[in-house]
């Protein structure tokens, strides 16, 4: 049971960064194409100097993130070290990114005018994100503090050849039969 801890928690945090980043994928898709098509007055967009530059970055965040999330639903499934590669490597990618959203979902708070609702979920959405997924990439990495929490890094026997014991038989190193 002590294993799982980091297991245990990252699961549920997956599915609920999976989901949100779906809606945000959603609503940012919907809101770069308002914005293309120039119906910035439609009555649910709204915006301001830094709305496409979030959309931008709020679409590369969810896309980027969907992808961190269906690796590390691998990565929990097996658990291992090899699999906390490509889980942990697209999880930071995609914390980075959806970092940069933050920043602009907070700059165009701070700049201000009339938001639609819709640009306001999204917002608040990547603003919530922004901190889940940091959770997730920590407990991801939490094995390199102590191998209770998970897959570790410092597990250097990891794919070596097993030596047998002295007198146990049976076991040994397959030779090539010419």
């Known amino acids: 049971m002590a294993r799982t801890v980091a297991r245990s928690v990252a699961a549920p945090l997956l599915f609920l960064n999976l989901i949100m980043y779906l809606i945000v994928l959603g609503f940012a898709s919907w809101c770069l194409n308002k914005y293309i098509n120039g119906q910035t ?40 070290n090899d699999s906390l590669a490509a889980a942990g490597s697209s999880a930071i990618v995609a914390w980075a990114v959806t970092a940069l959203a933050f920043g602009l979902a907070c700059k165009e708070i701070n700049i201000g005018g009339w938001r639609g609702w819709r640009l306001r979920v999204l917002e608040g959405f990547t603003i919530v994100l922004a901190f889940t997924q940091l959770l997730y990439v920590l407990m991801l990495h939490a094995g390199m503090f102590s191998s209770r929490y998970g897959p570790g890094y410092r597990e250097t026997d990891y794919g070596a050849a097993r030596v047998p014991p002295p007198g146990e038989k049976g076991v040994g190193v397959p030779t090539a039969g010419v």
Not at 46 to 75: E, R, Y
């Open 41 to 80: 007055n439609h009555p649910s967009f709204g915006g301001n100097g830094a709305t496409m530059f979030f959309l931008v970055f709020a679409i590369l965040a969810a896309v980027l993130g969907i992808i961190s999330k269906l690796l590390g639903g691998n990565h929990l499934r097996a658990w291992r």
